[in-house]
């Protein structure tokens, strides 16, 4: 059966608030294993590369206008613009294709 | 301090020297005196966060209504949750219809990051800050309200991040919530825009780093590569989205760790803030959030 949505809420709400509170209020020394700092530090990184990809392809009505916004996104980014900047490129430019494909 | 103040109130109580107003007052101005600065500059350096909140809680709202959530369900995983990658990967799992356990472990891995700046901001506070600010400041301790309160020279002041917080929270919080209706109001066409927004602050925050590091850079296309690879190879692709990343982030972020150790003494926890600043708040180092 599937859960609803409040108790995935509720899950959600948990794990999240878990993570944050426990250590802060529980453990009380710095973590100094290396490998377990190396590792917290790569994993946002990979979390939302994952995510991303190939996400982004089927989130829009378009495949096509999906492609052109992570290109857009990518290059925007390695250009320096600023993360409002590349989140509008990116709709912008969806907006754009699928008002000229319909 | 908090303490030696209940210990006051509990003193002028007993000796019955103070009316029960007079005593409240008195409490209160002492609470000012002490943490009205801190609370004021919370508030202050708040409130550029705040307004970068708005705009990505919103476009997490966009996603939670095509999941299903309603918008005072949105305002709720919004208030309890400000997170971007885990609200979007809970987002997914409830998308897919998946286990709470399921839930649960992705939860875990998207926020893993958190475990580290709760560790790291346990060691700012005086040993003797009581329980129930440890818990406060933790209920919303964000990549972005995090760098700000690390960022402040000296014992942390749980009542500047109560500033910070006080601007923030809303921010976020409502911010779900127009997502939600603005997703159900809006034309099709311009949700179908909205959608991708958030992967656009995705890429804001990861590319750069990228840019600059090759391993990150790696672990980007790595993660694009084989993310590819478990959605479109056939029998991969059973794998629900929210086993997917964890499966991905964990045996990456190992791998990387294992390959390449990130060096720097204290580094890991404030660089692990950076990188998924939902905003581009002036991050940890550097005058300029409290300048701000």
């Not at chain 1, 990184?45 to 857009?72: E, H, N, Q, R």
């Not at chain 2, 003797?128 to 002041?157: N, S």
């Not at chain 2, 006080?166 to 919530?177: E, F, I, R, S, Y």
């Not at chain 2, 989205?241 to 390959?259: M, Q």
Request: aromatic share 8%; net charge neutral.
């Amino acid at each position: 059966m599937r859960p609803s949505i409040v108790a995935y809420l509720a899950v959600m709400s948990a794990v999240t608030l878990g993570t944050r509170i426990l250590p802060l209020t529980l453990i009380r020394r710095p973590i100094t294993n290396r490998f377990l700092r190396s590792f917290l530090y790569y994993v946002p990184y990979v979390t939302l590369a994952v995510m991303t990809f190939p996400a982004i392809l089927s989130a829009t009505d378009s495949l096509l206008a999906g492609a052109t916004a992570l290109v857009v996104g990518i290059v925007a980014a390695w250009l320096g613009a600023s993360l409002p900047q590349v989140a509008a490129g990116c709709c912008g430019v969806v907006f754009a294709l699928e008002l000229l494909l319909a | 301090m908090i303490l030696v103040e209940f210990a006051e109130t509990r003193n002028a109580f007993a000796t019955g020297a103070l009316a029960s107003g007079e005593r409240r007052a008195h409490r209160g101005a002492g609470l000012l005196a002490r943490h009205g600065e801190a609370l004021r500059e919370g508030v202050r350096d708040g409130v550029p966060i705040a307004l970068g909140y708005l705009a990505v809680s919103f476009s997490l709202g966009i996603a939670a209504r095509k999941v299903g959530l309603d918008a005072v369900q949105g305002f709720f995983a919004s208030l309890f949750n400000n997170a971007s990658a885990g609200e979007y990967a809970g987002f997914a799992v409830i998308g897919a219809g998946g286990s709470l356990l399921e839930m649960a472990v992705v939860m875990l891995v998207a926020n893993a990051r958190y475990l580290l700046m709760s560790c790291s901001m346990a060691q700012r506070f005086s040993p003797k800050t009581p329980l129930i600010h440890r818990v406060l400041v933790g209920f919303d301790l964000t990549d972005e309200l995090f760098g700000i309160a690390i960022a402040r020279p000296g014992v942390a002041d749980p009542y500047y991040s109560y500033g910070a917080m006080v601007v923030a929270l809303p921010g976020w919080a409502l911010g779900g919530m127009a997502g939600v209706i603005a997703g159900s109001v809006l034309p099709e066409r311009v949700v179908s825009a909205l959608s991708v927004a958030l992967f656009g602050m995705f890429l804001a925050i990861i590319i750069p780093p990228a840019r600059k590091s090759r391993v990150i850079a790696g672990l980007v296309l790595a993660g694009f590569a084989t993310s590819a690879l478990f959605a479109w190879t056939p029998l991969l692709s059973g794998v629900s989205e929210g086993t997917r990343t964890i499966i991905l982030t964990v045996a990456l972020s190992a791998l990387a760790a294992a390959l390449f150790p990130v060096d720097e003494q204290d580094g890991g926890s404030e660089k692990a803030g950076d990188a998924d600043s939902a905003i581009a708040v002036p991050a940890p180092e550097g005058d300029a959030c409290r300048a701000a």
